[in-house]
């Protein structure tokens, strides 16, 4: 079947566009389910059915079924049963985890608080690493999912304002990226003329790959969506962009101005939108009609977006430095880390509150405006809590279990995912324009969609791991 024809991509098109997402708290726990799938993976093999650290073909297919498949049933077959399936799946991993620390060969002891405060523990917890894999996830899902009838159209990009599901993917990845970024590690850059010769240089291979993106999908009639980005303008080059300002504003602004310049970007850049004229611009173009003539004018929406991706960027960092700040190896000292995240989180739903509620300015990924800046930050270190709690936790049964470290399942698929992250956003990518040339997708029942989308995931996840064990890394940020 041929599915290149104008007719199927024009009605393509219509199918992923003018749509308005879902609400804030809908999204806000579709990124909590985060925490309840890596615990129930957690008790499966670490407390119900222990194995052994390595990767092996059940080890990984137990991570998967875990880890990945809850998610992408969140987000089509179950998406009228979110907070439904959440409650269950929690319920049945707290419930087997108790009755099984609770039987008899098990010598659990019940520690109080005051016996595991000091208690040393992992001092590299993996909620960072379960953060920026999720990310990718998620992503991997929706790119491919939402060009199926079972992939709900509330969840999809929303066209100018709104709350998608898909609206926080590349926001989440700055900022994934930017709390572990050199300088949130406390590794600056030197000023000089070698550091931003550097810079563009390792810049190089995201705008070639942002390049071959636009080609492919020109030469292809791909459909896409021009309101996103612009004409020729896409993620890769977004990534780009935020590499060169990054490093010219690490090397010349002092850090103790970080924070402040990024606050007065974003807040700049608000006000030129709402009293300069930008807003205007940005919907209607040059001549006020919504042409695309000119290079600048064609791609106006990327370009101004990265405005507010940069505060994004750096206030990420600022994060990751709070986190990155000391070595932590007590209980007590998590626990402060986890009170600080959770503390950042609600200051920022209540600054997004304001933002959206009294000001009026709702979220719009395509303008990346204050309010969406606001959105992914309190999104960000809400799911980064979560996370971290869950680690607690799972220290807390192990420690009161007797369980070792080692028999930890430390290096699961997550880390694989996050070992080339990259790569498997690369990769989901033209395994998504495969599958959409070969047949048309918007016209799928839900069974074959579903069984397709999953085979998707599937292969996504045996590829990471494969490229993991042989300790092959594809590095291109």
Same mark, same amino acid.
Not at 389 to 408: H, K, P
Not at 436 to 461: D, E, G, K, Q, V
């Given at each position: 079947?041929?599915?290149?024809?104008?007719?199927?991509?024009?009605?393509?098109?219509?199918?992923?566009?003018?749509?308005?997402?879902?609400?804030?708290?809908?999204?806000?726990?579709?990124?909590?389910?985060?925490?309840?799938?890596?615990?129930?993976? =957690?008790?499966?093999?670490?407390?119900?059915?222990?194995?052994?650290?390595?990767?092996?073909?059940?080890?990984?297919?137990?991570?998967?079924?875990?880890? =990945?498949?809850?998610?992408?049933?969140?987000?089509?077959?179950?998406?009228?049963?979110?907070?439904?399936?959440?409650?269950?799946?929690?319920?049945?991993?707290?419930?087997?985890?108790?009755?099984?620390?609770?039987?008899?060969?098990?010598?659990?002891?019940?520690?109080?608080?005051?016996?595991?405060?000091?208690?040393?523990?992992?001092?590299?917890?993996?909620?960072?690493?379960?953060?920026?894999?999720?990310?990718?996830?998620?992503?991997?899902?929706?790119?491919?999912?939402?060009?199926?009838? %079972?992939?709900?159209?509330?969840?999809?990009?929303?066209?100018?304002?709104?709350?998608?599901?898909?609206?926080?993917?590349?926001?989440?990845?700055?900022?994934?990226?930017?709390?572990?970024?050199?300088?949130?590690?406390?590794?600056? +850059?030197?000023?000089?003329?070698?550091?931003?010769?550097?810079?563009?240089?390792?810049?190089?291979?995201?705008?070639?790959?942002?390049?071959?993106?636009?080609?492919?999908?020109?030469?292809?009639?791909?459909?896409?969506?021009?309101?996103?980005?612009?004409?020729?303008?896409?993620?890769?080059?977004?990534?780009?962009?935020?590499? %060169?300002?990054?490093?010219?504003?690490?090397?010349?602004?002092?850090?103790?101005?970080?924070?402040?310049?990024?606050?007065?970007?974003?807040?700049?850049?608000?006000?030129?939108?709402?009293?300069?004229?930008?807003?205007?611009?940005?919907?209607?173009?040059?001549?006020?009609?919504?042409?695309?003539?000119?290079?600048?004018?064609?791609?106006?929406?990327?370009?101004?977006?990265?405005?507010?991706?940069?505060?994004?960027?750096?206030?990420?960092?600022?994060?990751?430095?709070?986190?990155? +700040?000391?070595?932590?190896?007590?209980?007590?000292?998590?626990?402060?880390?986890?009170?600080?995240?959770?503390?950042?989180?609600?200051?920022?739903?209540?600054?997004?509150?304001?933002?959206?509620?009294?000001?009026?300015?709702? =979220?719009?990924?395509?303008?990346?405006?204050?309010?969406?800046?606001?959105?992914?930050?309190?999104?960000?270190?809400?799911?980064?809590?979560?996370?971290?709690?869950?680690?607690?936790?799972?220290?807390?049964?192990?420690?009161?279990?007797?369980?070792?470290?080692?028999?930890?399942?430390?290096?699961?698929?997550?880390?694989?995912?996050?070992?080339?992250?990259?790569?498997?956003?690369?990769?989901?990518?033209?395994?998504?324009?495969?599958?959409?040339?070969?047949?048309?997708?918007?016209?799928?029942?839900?069974?074959?969609?579903?069984?397709?989308?999953?085979?998707?995931?599937?292969?996504?996840?045996?590829?990471?791991?494969?490229?993991?064990?042989?300790?092959?890394?594809?590095?291109?940020?």
């Amino acid at each position: 079947m041929s599915t290149g024809n104008s007719s199927y991509k024009e009605l393509h098109e219509q199918f992923v566009s003018d749509h308005v997402g879902t609400t804030s708290t809908e999204v806000s726990a579709l990124l909590s389910a985060t925490g309840i799938t890596v615990f129930a993976r =957690v008790c499966v093999q670490t407390f119900l059915w222990k194995t052994t650290p390595r990767f092996t073909w059940y080890t990984v297919a137990i991570d998967h079924l875990c880890l =990945v498949l809850p998610l992408q049933l969140f987000l089509t077959l179950w998406n009228e049963y979110i907070f439904l399936c959440q409650s269950c799946i929690l319920l049945l991993s707290l419930t087997a985890v108790i009755l099984k620390l609770n039987s008899r060969h098990l010598k659990t002891q019940w520690l109080s608080w005051g016996e595991i405060r000091e208690r040393h523990i992992d001092p590299q917890l993996s909620f960072i690493n379960n953060f920026r894999a999720y990310v990718l996830v998620y992503t991997a899902i929706s790119i491919l999912g939402v060009d199926f009838v %079972i992939f709900p159209r509330r969840f999809c990009k929303a066209e100018t304002y709104g709350t998608g599901v898909m609206d926080t993917g590349v926001g989440l990845f700055v900022i994934s990226n930017a709390i572990v970024s050199p300088e949130a590690r406390g590794k600056y +850059r030197n000023p000089g003329v070698r550091c931003l010769v550097n810079c563009l240089i390792s810049c190089l291979p995201l705008l070639f790959l942002g390049l071959l993106r636009f080609a492919v999908t020109k030469g292809a009639n791909y459909h896409e969506h021009v309101s996103e980005y612009g004409v020729h303008w896409n993620f890769f080059i977004t990534l780009a962009a935020l590499k %060169i300002m990054s490093t010219l504003f690490y090397i010349y602004v002092p850090e103790f101005l970080w924070s402040l310049c990024a606050l007065g970007v974003v807040v700049g850049y608000q006000y030129s939108l709402d009293y300069g004229g930008v807003k205007d611009y940005l919907l209607l173009g040059e001549d006020g009609k919504g042409g695309r003539e000119g290079l600048f004018n064609a791609n106006r929406e990327g370009i101004f977006s990265c405005l507010g991706y940069f505060a994004l960027y750096v206030f990420g960092t600022e994060i990751g430095k709070m986190i990155f +700040r000391y070595e932590r190896w007590t209980m007590s000292a998590w626990r402060t880390l986890l009170i600080v995240m959770m503390t950042m989180s609600v200051f920022f739903w209540a600054m997004y509150s304001i933002s959206a509620l009294a000001y009026g300015e709702l =979220v719009s990924r395509r303008f990346a405006n204050l309010t969406y800046v606001l959105w992914i930050l309190a999104l960000s270190t809400q799911t980064m809590s979560v996370l971290l709690l869950v680690d607690l936790i799972v220290e807390y049964l192990r420690i009161s279990a007797g369980v070792t470290m080692q028999t930890l399942p430390t290096k699961g698929l997550l880390n694989a995912i996050n070992y080339n992250g990259l790569f498997y956003f690369l990769l989901s990518n033209v395994l998504t324009g495969l599958v959409n040339i070969s047949m048309a997708t918007i016209h799928m029942t839900p069974l074959p969609s579903f069984l397709i989308l999953t085979l998707y995931m599937s292969s996504l996840s045996a590829i990471s791991v494969y490229l993991f064990v042989r300790r092959v890394r594809l590095k291109f940020w």
